[in-house]
């Protein structure tokens, strides 16, 4: 009996539980989305400010706070817009609805490119054959971070379908519109960029010609829409933010909890926060981010293993960005020969750890752990395969 199929009941029991508790998360959190008490608060209202004309001020954070209050009420606090302004276009179109029908409408929004991403991504031939086609939708729907994302109203749904679609594309070898689709991930720019760097090692120029365009294009867009004399507010912006988090009322005003990041900086956080400075902690996260970049480049792991490696190494990665890894947990092979069984395991603890970490309130840059576990033991794997076709393993050479 092959490998997959010996765990059905497993899968089938795990999922629905999964789903269970997911349904019971976003029941209760879309409740308190719809009275403003998420994220999309901010990406609503920086939407309408450039709608009306001052996109020159969504980096005000006092403009911002009073927009949000007026639109979206005083129930949820006031968070600053700090995404790259050619994304709040999007977020303009949706604002000529009202807050509630906004929410709403981007919700649907982001199941129908959950949808349209799995059918991108092409699940691999175990799951659609040996345990049944309905695993890969009950995997993303048990998912952890798809469900904050649709509470929050965040856009790391809509930078995994792009993501997905770059894959799809490296998979036809079509990486110049690869590259250009990744560009417009930059309103990810912590994640899309340690991608494409791993993927440059791999020489992939054309893709990094596309990518180029792209960024200029979305870069000159922002730049119209927040006019010359208030661009430079965005970098220090960034700056403030990821400097300034020394006490508990700046990380509130920023809505930013390192321990809470399951990435290099949660754990670094998490394990030296309390001895060490600021500035130590900012060089042991630069360092540490660092040599996990090296070594996904030395084992040349191929294009879904490097989301992983994006996640992990990101500066700044909330549990909604951590959607990302569902490109690896449904394209990933499991039921290889010598250790599948393995494989299996780390596959339905990286489904379910963020749920269990959710629900027992535990720091999420443990998560950490548990990436990086799945990483290493997906890669041993992805360089046994290679070894027993006698091929030089190649980032994304599929």
């Known amino acids: 009996m092959n490998t997959l199929s010996s765990y059905r009941s497993f899968f089938v029991c795990g999922g629905i539980f999964l789903i269970g ?26 939407g309408y400010a450039i709608r009306t004309g ?18 979206a009420g005083q129930a949820g606090a006031s968070l600053p817009f700090n995404h790259p302004a050619y994304e709040g276009l ?3 179109i949706v604002s000529v609805f009202s807050y509630k029908k906004a929410y709403w409408l981007f919700c649907l929004l982001n199941i129908v490119l959950l949808v349209m991403a799995i059918l991108l991504l092409r699940p691999a031939p175990e799951w659609m054959g040996e345990i049944r086609a309905g695993l890969p939708a009950a995997a993303v729907a048990g998912f952890l ?13 809509l930078f995994f379908f792009i993501v997905a679609a770059a894959y799809a594309l490296q998979e036809s070898r079509r990486d110049f519109a690869s590259g250009m689709l990744l560009g417009l991930g930059m309103f990810r720019f912590q994640l899309v960029i340690p991608l494409v760097v791993l993927l440059c090692f791999a020489r992939k ?12 294009v979305v870069g000159g867009i922002s730049l119209e829409i927040t006019q010359p004399a208030s661009w430079l507010a965005y970098p220090r912006y960034l700056v403030a933010m990821n400097s300034g988090l ?14 809470q990041m399951p990435n290099v900086r949660g754990v670094v956080q998490l394990l030296l926060g309390a001895r060490v400075s600021g500035t130590i902690l900012q060089i042991l996260t630069a360092l540490l981010s660092a040599l996990l ?30 959607v990302l890894l569902l490109v690896p947990l449904l394209t990933c092979r499991n039921s290889l020969p010598h250790g599948s069984g393995k494989r299996l395991l780390m596959w339905s603890l990286l489904v379910a750890c963020p749920m269990l970490a959710f629900v027992l ?24 395969v290679v070894r027993s076709l006698g091929q030089p393993g190649v980032v994304a050479a599929h």
């Not at 720091?363 to 799945?374: E, R, T």
Request: hydrophobic share 50%; proline share 3%; with cysteine.
């Open 21 to 46: 508790i997911q349904m019971m998360v976003v029941g209760l959190g879309i409740s308190g989305g719809l009275a403003g008490r998420a994220d999309f608060r901010m990406l609503y209202s920086g």
């Open 54 to 71: 001052h996109g020159d001020q969504i980096y005000d954070d006092s403009r911002i706070a009073a927009t949000e209050g007026e639109l």
């Open 90 to 92: 999007l977020f303009a």
């Open 145 to 157: 971070p798809v469900g904050i994302c649709l509470i929050q109203g965040q856009d790391s749904i």
């Open 205 to 216: 120029w054309k893709l990094l010609a596309g990518f180029a365009m792209t960024c200029a």
């Open 246 to 259: 020394q006490t508990e009322s700046q990380r509130l005003a920023y809505g930013i909890n390192p321990t």
């Open 293 to 322: 970049l090296g070594w996904a480049i030395l084992k040349r792991l191929p294009f879904e293993l490097l989301t992983i490696v994006a996640v992990l190494a990101s500066y700044h990665g909330l549990i909604h960005d951590s």
């Open 361 to 384: 309130h535990l720091p999420l840059a443990l998560l950490s752990f548990v990436y990086l576990a799945f990483l290493v033991t997906m890669a041993t794997a992805t360089g046994e």
